[in-house]
């Protein structure tokens, strides 16, 4: 079997998505830790949704780059 017309899947933390994920997940997470002052507590929890959504969506578009090669 040949694999003409397929690309070999890089792994993860060779992608820009993964870089950038992590960057998010990391300033999300510390604001959320409280580590960067914020002035209310809903700039906090929006730091943990912007890390959890971050980190989920990642995982799910590699789950699907892996699922269709």
Do not use: H
Request: no cysteine; net charge positive.
């Amino acid at each position: 079997m040949s694999n003409e017309g397929q690309t070999a899947t890089k792994p993860g933390y060779k992608t820009t998505e993964f870089w950038i994920s992590l960057v998010t997940v990391i300033i999300g997470s510390v604001v959320a830790s409280g580590i960067i002052p914020a002035d209310s507590v809903w700039e906090r929890i929006i730091g943990l949704a912007v890390s959890a959504l971050a980190a989920l969506g990642y995982t799910g578009a590699r789950l699907a780059i892996k699922k269709a090669s």
